[in-house]
């Protein structure tokens, strides 16, 4: 599709009786290939294109997506749009960003798409060389298999106050999960790594090694009794410490009221010294992007600076509402009003090292493994089943599970010490994170 149609919709769906509206067309490719224990499972490659439309009548707005794209579908799509915002309740904070705020061409470049295409022959040799590693580890006894996917996507997007954007994005994937022991004492482990150029993949075998040994290291899990003690969040799993915040500081939380750090702006969150940022515009970012969804230039931000809160991350609406200045950080599917999203999100590590962090907290549990997180958003009390490893006297004894960690996020986060560890893995990167005086449930 090129720019010449989305024009086309939006004045289309003015001549419907829409005031102003957006449009974006959403195009896909991907090929995943699975293997198990040594032999192909599936096959699987999927191509679409989907439209979305937001159109505005006054302070009325209305959402549609399809996939459609033939004349006659497009404007029946274009008229149930226009309809269901006729009827929708007023919002006297919704509109389109303006024409003087939109990002304006030529783009950066931020080399997130690589032209190369792999082959299903190849995507299977990617999933067996990690799946045989993890297996080739002494003690793993089964596998759930091996996997590796490419895919690409290109995302175009305009509105009627002017704004014309597009990029495109690529990813190659590969990933393991293994399973080691057997009767009542088997344990899994996976790793696994998502890049935007295939050049970028780690080593398969040595990806492979740790799956294998993750299992195996888990084997032998013991339950512990409820205690208050140290915490560390290993750094492949930190980042979801991390998320509440965002949530918090999400514009349309804090405009609802339903966000423990509503208050919070301009003063500390976590301790002194502590930086979170974003960098849009990161080479080969796997959150990198040069305009938000709402056409809106994307920037650098230091969210927490010296552990104090800098800014609220808002859409067009929450800005409006809470009388403050768009921050471009509007996220949205095909069929959603925008909502708030970051990019390439960095929590800066500090000057110590894992095995630093375990000999400075001395005792307590190192957890790798979380699941079925519990928030309270507007009081930031917060749970999270758990599964790790004990440590006495800042070395590892014995592996630990069905385990819940629990706290109040602002007193966590005040406490928080960040490793030294970062590593860059997804589009949310923190290094491993040590919290001291966690209330632990066991037995």
Do not use: C
Not at 115 to 122: D, N, Y
């Amino acid at each position: 599709m090129t720019p010449d149609f989305l024009e086309g919709l939006l004045a289309q769906a003015k001549r419907a009786g829409a005031d102003t509206a957006e449009a974006v067309i959403a195009e896909s490719q991907s090929l995943s290939v699975g293997v198990r224990l040594g032999a192909l499972e599936e096959v699987e490659r999927s191509e679409s294109r989907d439209l979305g439309l937001r159109v505005f009548v006054g302070k009325r707005q209305a959402t549609v997506a399809g996939s459609n794209l033939s004349p006659e579908a497009v404007a029946r799509l274009v008229e149930r749009a226009v309809a269901m915002a006729r009827l929708a309740p007023e919002d006297k904070y919704a509109g389109l960003a303006p024409a003087e705020l939109i990002a304006r061409g030529p783009f950066p470049d931020l080399d997130i798409f690589d032209p190369s295409q792999p082959t299903a022959e190849a995507l299977e040799a990617h999933a067996l060389e990690i799946e045989d590693a993890a297996r080739a580890v002494t003690g793993v006894t089964n596998s759930e298999g091996g996997s590796a996917s490419w895919g690409t996507s290109r995302w175009l997007f305009a509105t009627t106050e002017g704004f014309l954007g597009a990029h495109q994005t690529s990813s190659h994937s590969t990933y393991a999960s293994i399973i080691a022991g057997d009767g009542d004492n088997m344990e899994r482990g996976g790793e696994g790594r998502s890049v935007r150029w295939a050049s970028d993949m780690p080593s398969l075998h040595a990806m492979g090694q740790v799956a294998g040994q993750e299992a195996v290291g888990a084997l032998g899990a013991r339950k512990i009794k409820s205690t208050t003690a140290a915490v560390i969040f290993e750094n492949k799993i930190a980042a979801s410490v991390i998320s509440p915040l965002i949530g918090a500081i999400s514009g349309p939380s804090v405009a609802r009221g339903n966000s423990f750090l509503k208050d919070k702006l301009g003063q500390p969150v976590f301790a002194r010294g502590i930086r979170l940022y974003e960098e849009p515009h990161r080479k080969r970012g796997l959150g990198s992007a040069p305009f938000d969804d709402e056409g809106l230039p994307t920037r650098d931000y230091n969210l927490i600076q010296d552990g104090v809160l800098t800014t609220f991350l808002h859409t067009m609406a929450s800005a409006r509402q809470l009388d403050q200045k768009p921050t471009g950080h509007a996220s949205r599917s095909m069929a959603t009003p925008p909502t708030v999203g970051t990019n390439n999100l960095t929590l800066q590590p500090g000057p110590v090292d894992l095995a630093g962090l375990l000999v400075q907290a001395r005792r307590g549990l190192f957890v790798t493994s979380m699941f079925g997180p519990s928030l309270n958003a507007n009081t930031g009390d917060w749970s999270v089943g758990v599964s790790g490893f004990w440590f006495e006297n800042g070395q590892i004894e014995y592996p630990v599970n069905e385990v819940t960690v629990a706290g109040n996020l602002i007193d966590l986060y005040a406490r928080m010490v960040p490793g030294a560890d970062l590593e860059f893995r997804s589009s949310t990167n923190t290094p491993s994170l040590l919290f001291d005086a966690v209330a632990i449930a066991g037995q």
